[in-house]
């Protein structure tokens, strides 16, 4: 819902300075969460990515005319930074609000809730599991590793050597996971997961009077925005 | 309680040319513990997924005769409702976590929920399941941080709380140590004493011959016997079936020493018994020589 919110109030705003409160508004969210740090890899790579949209669009946006300052032979323009400035804010925004979602609530919990409103239990599981039998295969994939490399293969070095390594290292990943998988069907169907009664769930869903107001809140915000912009547009 | 009767069982893999279970038929009667041996690819595996409705339901394959649980014809009935009558322990811990869930406590909870029982009820079985297995203190551990003994504990413990009336434990030791088998044997024997009826395949001769009430010795896919343990290890012909009998049946085999209604002893106690009350008679002769 936060996410939502996050992303349409600035788009119809179609202003700034609401992508960039909804930043703020994001970091206070995480930093009261204790998480801020966990978002910083992500930021760090993604910052790569925009630095270059940065780059690129000042020096060559097609509606550049103001030269703002220049370093060496490159120019950069007025117009080309201010359109990369408006992707930047964006792109932080949807990433910081995603954040906040992820990293603040544990993705079992989501899911349930998820399940709960009605979504398939089937891509329910899907979802979560991906987050723990992904560690698992990882771990055999160290294993196969260690295996042959003591039967004497060689997995480190140039490139080519770690190309010829790849298929003898993936294939016995992946005729082990076919194989867990059959085995952990079998495992779920018999522990009624195709059962088409109505489930149940052990966790209590928790739905404090906050929870509530904050939804009412982000709505209103939607709906603002949304009354605003037609005004706009009929103008 | 359920009792379960197989009526000439017939089962082929698909893409097979061997039938995996030839002619199978028998009863097994409320409550009974059932042991389950023969070699290696000989159908106990099979047997065990086609009392367990696994076979046809989840594997496809030519399929014939009936196996019956409690009047109801396994092959009629999903897997997903069977699975409330008769629940089915395998061989790998591992991969019966179910990987969606973040404790053990969860973990257990699992079946429950898919089962649609109301969240008190829901507590109160998971709490008596873990009590009986004996995992309580796990109970907010990570389930893929476990040991094997314990994860297969929790894999029990899981299928207990749905309250099945059978029970089928298809090697549920073979892929642990010592200590884990005897945790794990120590937990079937309680759910045993509950009255639950249990089926098990197992390769450890002696456990099975402590355990069992009755014995299904396989071999190739046929039913060579079904019979109480001292019957079914004191078969002569049991090393043409990739059998061994405990070992203290093979002692008493090669001693000559059989027990009251005929057959070679297969448990410590009777051994130990059997061997003192020679001894002693033995002693009497060498008394009698002494006073000669």
Same mark, same amino acid.
């Given at each position: 819902m936060y996410i939502i919110t996050a992303i349409i109030v600035p788009v119809l705003l179609g202003k700034r300075w609401a992508g960039i409160g909804f930043i703020i508004l994001s970091i206070i969210l995480l930093l009261s969460g204790k998480v801020l740090k966990k978002t910083l890899p992500l930021l760090g790579v993604s910052s790569f990515v925009l630095l270059t949209v940065l780059i690129i669009q000042g020096l060559f946006w097609?509606?550049?005319?103001?030269?703002?300052?220049?370093?060496?032979?490159?120019?950069?323009?007025?117009?080309?930074?201010?359109?990369?400035?408006?992707?930047?804010?964006?792109?932080?925004?949807?990433?910081?609000?995603?954040?906040?979602?992820?990293?603040?609530?544990?993705?079992?919990?989501?899911?349930?809730?998820?399940?709960?409103?009605?979504?398939?239990?089937?891509?329910?599981?899907?979802?979560?599991?991906?987050?723990?039998?992904?560690?698992?295969?990882?771990?055999?994939?160290?294993?196969?590793?260690?295996?042959?490399?003591?039967?004497?293969?060689?997995?480190?070095?140039?490139?080519?050597?770690?190309?010829?390594?790849?298929?003898?290292?993936?294939?016995?990943?992946?005729?082990?996971?076919?194989?867990?998988?059959k085995e952990r069907a079998l495992a779920l169907e018999v522990r009624g997961f195709n059962s088409k009664k109505k489930r149940t769930f052990l966790n209590e869903q928790v739905k404090t009077g906050a929870d509530i107001y904050i939804q009412i809140a982000l709505l209103l915000c939607i709906i603002a925005a949304l009354i605003w912009r037609i005004i706009i547009w009929l103008k | 309680m359920a009792k379960i009767v197989i009526e000439n069982l017939k089962y082929k893999y698909p893409g097979m040319n061997k039938l995996a279970l030839n002619d199978i038929s028998f009863t097994i009667e409320p409550g009974e513990f059932i042991g389950i041996i023969g070699r290696n690819e000989s159908g106990k595996s099979s047997l065990c997924q086609a009392i367990a409705g696994l076979i046809p339901n989840f594997y496809k394959g030519a399929y014939g005769g009936r196996v019956f649980i409690d009047n109801m014809e396994v092959k009629k009935v999903a897997v997903e409702d069977l699975c409330e009558t008769v629940g089915i322990v395998f061989q790998n811990p591992f991969n019966q976590v179910t990987g969606s869930k973040l404790t053990v406590y969860e973990e257990i909870s699992f079946g !429950?929920?898919?089962? +649609?029982?109301?969240?008190?009820?829901? @507590?109160?079985?998971?709490?008596?399941?873990?009590?009986? *297995?004996?995992?309580?203190?796990?109970?907010?551990?990570?389930?893929?941080?476990?040991?094997?003994?314990?994860?297969?504990?929790?894999?029990?413990?899981?299928?207990?709380?749905?309250?099945?009336?059978?029970i089928l434990l298809d090697e549920p030791t073979s892929q642990l140590d010592p200590q884990g088998r005897e945790e794990v044997f120590q937990a079937v024997q309680k759910l045993s004493k509950q009255g639950i009826t249990i089926i098990m395949v197992e390769h450890n001769m002696?456990?099975?011959?402590?355990?069992?009430?009755?014995?299904? !010795?396989?071999?190739? +896919?046929?039913?060579?016997?079904?019979? @109480?343990?001292?019957?079914?290890?004191?078969?002569?012909? *049991?090393?043409?079936?990739?059998?061994?009998?405990?070992?203290?049946?093979?002692?008493?085999r090669k001693l000559g020493i059989k027990n009251k209604s005929g057959y070679y002893p297969i448990a410590l106690e009777e051994t130990k018994n059997l061997l003192n009350s020679i001894s002693k008679s033995m002693g009497k002769v060498i008394d009698q020589k002494g006073e000669m």
């Open positions: 097609s509606g550049n005319t103001t030269p703002l300052f220049n370093i060496g032979p490159a120019v950069f323009y007025k117009e080309g930074l201010n359109f990369a400035f408006g992707i930047l804010v964006n792109v932080i925004n949807i990433l910081l609000s995603f954040c906040v979602l992820i990293l603040t609530t544990k993705p079992s919990d989501m899911i349930e809730n998820f399940v709960r409103k009605g979504f398939s239990p089937r891509f329910g599981y899907v979802f979560i599991s991906v987050f723990q039998i992904i560690p698992q295969m990882t771990e055999t994939m160290s294993t196969i590793t260690d295996a042959q490399r003591s039967r004497g293969m060689e997995t480190e070095g140039k490139l080519w050597v770690r190309i010829k390594a790849f298929i003898p290292l993936i294939s016995p990943v992946i005729m082990s996971s076919l194989i867990n998988t | !429950l929920e898919n089962m +649609g029982i109301p969240r008190e009820d829901m @507590i109160k079985r998971i709490d008596d399941a873990m009590e009986l *297995l004996d995992i309580s203190k796990y109970r907010d551990r990570y389930p893929f941080d476990l040991s094997g003994g314990q994860m297969q504990r929790m894999a029990i413990a899981s299928i207990i709380a749905m309250k099945p009336e059978v002696e456990k099975i011959a402590a355990y069992s009430d009755r014995v299904v !010795l396989l071999d190739d +896919g046929k039913l060579i016997d079904i019979d @109480i343990p001292q019957k079914i290890f004191s078969r002569d012909d *049991l090393g043409e079936y990739g059998v061994e009998a405990p070992v203290y049946t093979q002692i008493c």
